[in-house]
């Protein structure tokens, strides 16, 4: 009896992949590159389930029903490029490879190219939601050859997170659309947890609110929104420490670490001219962060000062959600920005309402914020800043000025805000008529005779800036 599907990677999302489809009803294959592992899986969790393991790879290969599909849950980067090469000889013509892994979108496109010139298609696919949206229904964000997805669209749509409106999983577009949309979401993700990380630190050091009072905030803040990243910190600043019994919040250190998307989601921006400022800020808070060392020898050279607490009769914390508000909404609205210009640089046709559906459960940036997204989307199709289009305008305006209020009561009380900081000058920017661009043009024409336009006449022009005499 030949099974539906083969996984190799029997790391933490294979694992949980292999059960999601076993309990559909999905006969899976297993593999992993150290025996122990996949032993160890077939002994324990896969025990009495529909799941095969092997322990080689063409025994693998052999025992899948044709057409055969295999996804890749490994590492990224070279061990995918392996792992084909080792698998390529073993397959035939119309055999599917889906690489749920975190690709950079570039190598995607590689080995679509490179499948398909051996006879293979190839799905690059994002799949999103972490150990626990692996095994009970993640947001799969695929891409590739449409073939490929006929054949296992089925079997995604039936694993992934389902919601009224149909589960989160759909064919997103040609070559690198599947894993360039993860990219995004991931640099999403990154925005969104900066501007919460703010917030907390508003509220710790500003208002110096204990753990278990910010846990309630978040919680109520969270009621309407519900966010997934705002549900998990909600627990973690609920956490006890088991050995001290202290807030373990209190206790991780300031150091975050990163695996690239992030990275990744800025590199790609910078190329196509697409400003993600609160994603940058995101990306260059942890960069800064890690610098741990060098930012404890420099903490007394500059502010003398402990930092001061917001004081006043305001309510700082019906200010700091707005902050959060903005900022957050800011990281979706940079993102579906990238996605809609990388679609036609890319040629990837995606449709941005259906991303924006299939974000909508499973994931780590799931919120209703989404539904909001839908609707902007389709309000204004035209216009790609959501921040200006209905029903998010209206919130932003009211809340860009409690925003201007704690950044400001915020950088006195000696705190960095780098993601709050960037979105709302990101707003004040996208609706200012008049910037000091000017003066670039000024300077760019000074030292390099790039010449600039004028605000009263058409063409280009260039001053003689140096009198020679
Ligand atoms: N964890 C998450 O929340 C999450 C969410 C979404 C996407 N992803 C992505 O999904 C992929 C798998 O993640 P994971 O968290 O399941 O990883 P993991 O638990 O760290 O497992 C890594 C897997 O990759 C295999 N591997 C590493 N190098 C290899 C090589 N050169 N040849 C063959 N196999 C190799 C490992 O095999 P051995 O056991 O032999 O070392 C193991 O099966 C990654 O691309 C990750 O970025 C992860």
């Given at each position: 009896?030949?099974t539906d599907i083969g996984i190799i990677g029997?790391?933490?999302?294979g694992?949980?992949l292999?059960?999601?489809?076993?309990?559909?009803?999905?006969?899976v294959s297993v593999y992993?590159?150290?025996?122990?592992?996949?032993?160890?899986?077939?002994?324990?969790?896969?025990?009495?389930?529909?799941?095969?393991?092997?322990?080689?790879l063409?025994?693998f290969v052999?025992?899948l029903d044709k057409p055969k599909k295999i996804l890749l849950m490994i590492k990224a980067?070279?061990p995918v490029d392996e792992v084909i090469a080792k698998l390529t000889p073993l397959l035939d013509e119309g055999d599917v490879i889906l690489d749920g892994g975190?690709s950079?979108?570039?190598d995607t496109d590689r080995r679509v190219e490179e499948a398909n010139s051996r006879g293979l298609l190839y799905l690059g696919t994002g799949i999103?939601?972490?150990?626990?949206?692996?095994?009970?229904?993640?947001?799969i964000?695929p891409g590739g050859n449409e073939e490929a997805y006929d054949l296992v669209g089925?079997l995604l749509?039936?694993?992934?997170?389902?919601?009224?409106?149909?589960?989160?999983?759909?064919y997103?577009?040609p070559r690198s659309?599947g894993h360039?949309?993860?990219?995004?979401?991931?640099?999403?993700?990154?925005?969104?947890?900066?501007?919460?990380?703010?917030?907390?630190?508003?509220?710790?050091?500003?208002?110096?609110?204990?753990?278990?009072?910010?846990?309630?905030?978040?919680?109520?803040?969270?009621?309407?929104?519900?966010?997934?990243?705002?549900?998990?910190?909600?627990?973690?600043?609920?956490?006890?420490?088991?050995?001290?019994?202290?807030?373990?919040?209190?206790?991780?250190?300031?150091?975050?670490?990163?695996?690239?998307?992030?990275?990744?989601?800025?590199?790609?921006?910078?190329?196509?001219?697409?400003?993600?400022?609160?994603?940058?800020?995101?990306?260059?808070?942890?960069?800064?962060?890690?610098?741990?060392?060098?930012?404890?020898?420099?903490?007394?050279?500059?502010?003398?000062?402990?930092?001061?607490?917001?004081?006043?009769?305001?309510?700082?914390?019906?200010?700091?959600?707005?902050?959060?508000?903005?900022?957050?909404?800011?990281?979706?609205?940079?993102?579906?920005?990238?996605?809609?210009?990388?679609?036609?640089?890319?040629?990837?046709?995606?449709?941005?309402?259906?991303?924006?559906?299939?974000?909508?459960?499973?994931?780590?940036?799931?919120?209703?914020?989404?539904?909001?997204?839908?609707?902007?989307?389709?309000?204004?199709?035209?216009?790609?800043?959501?921040?200006?289009?209905?029903?998010?305008?209206?919130?932003?305006?009211?809340?860009?000025?409690?925003?201007?209020?704690?950044?400001?009561?915020?950088?006195?009380?000696?705190?960095?805000?780098?993601?709050?900081?960037?979105?709302?000058?990101?707003?004040?920017?996208?609706?200012?008529?008049?910037?000091?661009?000017?003066?670039?043009?000024?300077?760019?024409?000074?030292?390099?005779?790039?010449?600039?336009?004028?605000?009263?006449?058409?063409?280009?022009?260039?001053?003689?800036?140096?009198?020679?005499?």
């Amino acid at each position: 009896m030949k099974t539906d599907i083969g996984i190799i990677g029997m790391g933490v999302m294979g694992q949980n992949l292999a059960l999601n489809m076993a309990s559909k009803g999905y006969g899976v294959s297993v593999y992993n590159r150290r025996e122990n592992r996949t032993r160890e899986f077939a002994e324990n969790k896969a025990k009495k389930k529909d799941i095969i393991p092997t322990y080689d790879l063409a025994e693998f290969v052999k025992s899948l029903d044709k057409p055969k599909k295999i996804l890749l849950m490994i590492k990224a980067g070279s061990p995918v490029d392996e792992v084909i090469a080792k698998l390529t000889p073993l397959l035939d013509e119309g055999d599917v490879i889906l690489d749920g892994g975190n690709s950079n979108f570039r190598d995607t496109d590689r080995r679509v190219e490179e499948a398909n010139s051996r006879g293979l298609l190839y799905l690059g696919t994002g799949i999103s939601g972490g150990e626990y949206g692996a095994r009970h229904g993640p947001s799969i964000m695929p891409g590739g050859n449409e073939e490929a997805y006929d054949l296992v669209g089925n079997l995604l749509e039936d694993i992934a997170a389902q919601i009224p409106e149909g589960p989160c999983c759909a064919y997103l577009g040609p070559r690198s659309a599947g894993h360039y949309v993860k990219m995004v979401h991931n640099g999403i993700e990154y925005g969104v947890m900066e501007s919460i990380a703010e917030a907390y630190w508003l509220m710790n050091k500003g208002l110096n609110m204990e753990p278990e009072d910010m846990s309630s905030t978040f919680e109520k803040w969270n009621e309407d929104l519900d966010s997934y990243l705002m549900e998990i910190t909600v627990s973690v600043l609920k956490e006890e420490d088991e050995k001290t019994g202290k807030p373990l919040i209190n206790l991780i250190l300031d150091t975050a670490e990163q695996k690239g998307t992030g990275k990744w989601t800025v590199q790609n921006a910078l190329e196509l001219g697409v400003p993600v400022p609160t994603i940058s800020a995101a990306v260059d808070g942890r960069f800064i962060s890690s610098r741990k060392r060098e930012r404890k020898n420099n903490s007394d050279k500059i502010f003398l000062e402990k930092p001061a607490r917001l004081t006043g009769k305001s309510n700082w914390t019906e200010k700091i959600h707005d902050a959060l508000y903005l900022s957050t909404v800011s990281a979706y609205t940079q993102g579906i920005y990238l996605l809609n210009v990388a679609s036609s640089e890319y040629e990837y046709d995606l449709n941005l309402d259906e991303v924006a559906r299939i974000w909508k459960d499973g994931c780590i940036i799931r919120s209703n914020l989404l539904d909001e997204a839908q609707k902007g989307l389709r309000n204004d199709p035209e216009n790609p800043n959501l921040l200006f289009v209905e029903p998010f305008l209206s919130n932003v305006k009211d809340k860009s000025v409690s925003t201007r209020e704690i950044l400001s009561r915020g950088r006195k009380a000696g705190l960095a805000l780098p993601a709050i900081s960037s979105s709302l000058d990101y707003l004040v920017e996208f609706s200012s008529a008049y910037l000091p661009a000017n003066m670039i043009q000024a300077q760019r024409d000074f030292f390099g005779a790039h010449t600039y336009q004028r605000r009263d006449r058409e063409g280009y022009f260039h001053n003689e800036w140096l009198d020679d005499n």
